[in-house]
Structure formats: structure tokens, C-alpha cells
């Protein structure tokens, strides 16, 4: 059976997706979206609502009262750090802050999903419609994850979805195994001896050692899509001194990313990388410490997952579009599926489209019907 996305109900999630994108917050402080949402899903009547799950996310419960699987998706309420340039009406109202991946759009497919299941409550198990904090800084995940209140929300199978610029609008993008890479973090910090510009031999610069590390982690890195063991450091900022021409520096920083098709090739080359970083110390006879951040792990898509996306998509006569390598980027949702078996699939936003995270980039409504109509039509099929 398809569903069928009336005219007032697009229109209603048109409405509510720039309402959404004029009002942009930031990573865990995703406030007022969180209560937008939750006043949206009152009018859908779910079984249960929980809020506040792993900060400001919300978890909507669809119960058929029958025994049966039960399924997850999953949307983002986050936007970027970024100053809009677009100047249409639903433009950004927050100054520097903006919608620039298209979580306005996936939490609006959420919300057109929760609208349908209102009216065509799931026939056999639950449907569980996840509205997660903090993608963009890669802790969103891990804090719902390990919150109580998701505990005891095990899903059998899990998905998502992300809109991707530059292919054909509406073009469903399958991938098996790895959709997106893994990627994480370092901040490597080298603590020198500040000294006279004239006598660095009385201190210890950290120009040298930042040179070898940049030097020798860049060997570590083949950037090549077609391998299975791609690897890719990328350096992302680095620091030293001051701009002082009397003072010899004393300290430095060095921030970089590394990228990995699976959580394998991530291990051994963290392993790597921090023998690198441990070598150079030797080598320069100071101390340097390192911590990680943002990481993401890869997403993991299962192929019976993936072949329900599939089949739904086939049911909708829409266009598919199967990936051969992986998406650089990171995403995590990659942990919900190394945990369960689920999938992540791309939406086209369209080949002239702007790139995620540009500052003139806006969510195509024209993904709305099709994205909920697909979530809805992968629901029917399990269910």
C-alpha cells in the first residue's frame, strides 16, 4: 500500500522545515527545536513521547499493541556555526548559526512519518522515531546511547537517512557495508621552553617536532577510495609562539582529522599515528600529549537492511543508485549500527545543489514526499 502525501500535509511541513531553518541552534543546545518538535508530535498522538533523551533528544513511540519487530529511525535536530548568505524569506534569524547539512529537512521527514503513523498505526511491533541532539560534534550519539531512557529501546532494525548534493534529486543512494568512514580527532599538544629569539639553545621550540609529525603523518595516509585499507590525516590547524620576534616559541599545537573505511584500519592507525607523535618526542627530547575528540564511527550497513531500503524504493518507482566506495565523511549514527542492524542511505538534493556545510546551502522540500513516503513504505514492509 502507498502512501499517499496530500497537498495540506506537505504544505504543513514545508511550513514547519523553514520555520525550522530561520531558527537554527547549535549542538546540545538544540532548546527550542526540541519543544517545536514535541508540540508537532502532540498532533500525531503517538503511544508514548520521551524527551529529553541524551540531552534535548526525543523518542516518539508507535505501539501496535501486537507482537512483532520492532524499527527505529532516526533524524538530527542540530544546525553549524555558520553565517548564512542566502537571502530568501526563511533565511537564518540566528547570527552565525545556520541549517547547513539539512537537519531541517531529515527532522521534518520524521514528522511527516509520525503524521502517517497517526493515521496508519504500524499493524504488528513498534515503530520508534528517534529526533537525536548533537550530530554535528559527533557526542549526539553517544549521549542518547548511553542514556536510561534509551536502554530499553532495543531496536531490531535502525535507519537513516542524508540528503547528498550533487546527485540527481530524489535519487535513492544504496551502499553495503560502509556507507560513510570512520573519523575522529587529535589535538597534539608539544610543551617546549620558551627562550630568547637570540639563544633558542637555552629553550626548546616546538617547530622542528611539529614539522616531523606533519612529515611522517602524512605517509600514514594513501587517500585512495578504492582500497579497503583507505587511510586519510588531514591537518586542520596548527599553532606556535606568538608573534613575537624576540621569543623563540615554547610551545605548540598540531589538530588534525583521520579518516578510515571500517573501526579495523581506525585502530591500527591510531596506532600508527601516536607511535609517530611518540617518536617525535624522542626524537626532540620534549614532552608532547595528545587527546581525541569528535569520533565517529563508520556506518555499517547490513545488507538485509539495505535491501529492504531497496525494495521500498523499488515499490515507489523511484531512482537507485548503488555506491561502490564509501562517503568520506563522518556521521554517528555509525554507532547505532555497529551496535544494531541497520543501514544509512542518501537522498540527491539535486547536481546543481549547493555542498553541505556552504553557506548557501538549503534543504530541497522537494525530498519531503519521497523521504516520507520511503521511511513509511520500509515500515509497512518489516511490520
Not at 508540540?39 to 508514548?48: D, E, G, I, M
Not at 626548546?204 to 586519510?232: H, V, Y
Request: aromatic share 10%.
Amino acid at each position: 500500500m502507498e502512501t499517499a502525501i496530500n497537498k495540506e500535509l506537505l504544505k504543513e511541513l514545508v511550513t514547519f522545515r523553514k520555520m525550522l531553518h530561520a531558527n537554527p541552534e547549535v549542538s546540545g543546545k538544540e532548546y527550542k527545536t526540541a519543544k517545536s518538535v514535541s508540540k508537532f508530535l502532540k498532533t500525531c498522538t503517538p503511544t508514548k513521547v520521551i524527551e529529553n533523551v541524551g540531552g534535548t533528544g526525543i523518542v516518539a513511540i508507535f505501539d501496535s499493541g501486537k507482537s512483532g519487530k520492532t524499527i527505529m529511525f532516526r533524524a538530527e535536530l542540530d544546525a553549524l556555526p555558520i553565517q548564512e548568505i542566502n537571502t530568501f524569506a526563511h533565511c537564518s534569524t540566528i547570527e552565525g548559526v545556520s541549517h547547513k547539512c539539512g537537519h531541517d529537512g531529515h527532522t521534518t521527514v520524521l514528522l511527516g512519518l509520525a503524521r502517517i503513523l497517526s493515521e496508519q498505526k504500524p499493524k504488528t511491533g513498534k515503530v520508534f522515531l528517534l529526533f537525536q541532539p548533537a550530530e554535528e560534534d559527533g557526542e549526539g550519539a553517544k549521549a542518547v546511547f548511553t542514556d536510561q531512557k534509551f536502554e530499553g529501546l532495543k531496536p531490531d532494525y535502525i535507519f537513516a537517512f542524508h540528503n547528498l548534493p550533487g546527485y540527481p534529486l530524489n535519487q535513492i543512494v544504496l551502499k553495503n557495508n560502509s556507507f560513510t568512514s570512520a573519523a575522529k580527532s587529535i589535538i597534539i599538544k608539544i610543551n617546549g621552553k620558551t627562550a630568547h629569539a637570540a639563544e633558542p639553545e637555552n629553550g626548546l621550540n616546538p617547530a622542528l617536532a611539529i614539522a616531523e609529525i606533519l612529515q611522517e603523518s602524512a605517509k600514514l595516509s594513501n587517500n585512495d577510495t578504492d582500497r579497503n585499507d583507505f587511510t586519510l590525516i588531514t591537518p586542520i590547524h596548527i599553532e606556535m609562539g606568538e608573534i613575537a620576534y624576540g621569543i623563540s616559541a615554547g610551545y605548540g599545537e598540531i589538530r588534525l582529522t583521520i579518516r578510515t573505511w571500517n573501526e579495523k584500519t581506525m585502530e591500527k592507525l591510531t596506532a600508527d599515528l601516536t607511535k609517530c607523535i611518540d617518536t617525535s618526542a624522542k626524537n626532540h627530547q620534549m614532552p608532547i600529549t595528545y587527546s581525541w575528540t569528535q569520533e565517529f564511527y563508520a556506518n555499517q550497513n547490513d545488507d538485509n537492511v539495505v535491501s529492504f531500503i531497496k525494495e521500498a524504493a523499488n515499490s515507489l518507482s523511484l531512482n537507485v543508485f548503488e555506491r561502490k566506495f564509501p562517503f568520506k565523511w563522518g556521521e554517528d549514527f555509525g554507532l547505532f549500527t555497529q551496535h544494531f542492524k541497520g543501514a544509512m542511505f542518501g537522498i540527491g538534493s539535486g547536481e546543481e545543489s549547493p555542498s553541505l556545510h556552504n553557506p548557501d546551502y538549503d534543504f530541497p522540500d522537494e525530498i519531503l514526499p519521497n523521504a516520507v513516503q520511503l521511511f513509511h513504505q520500509i515500515s509497512v514492509r518489516i511490520l
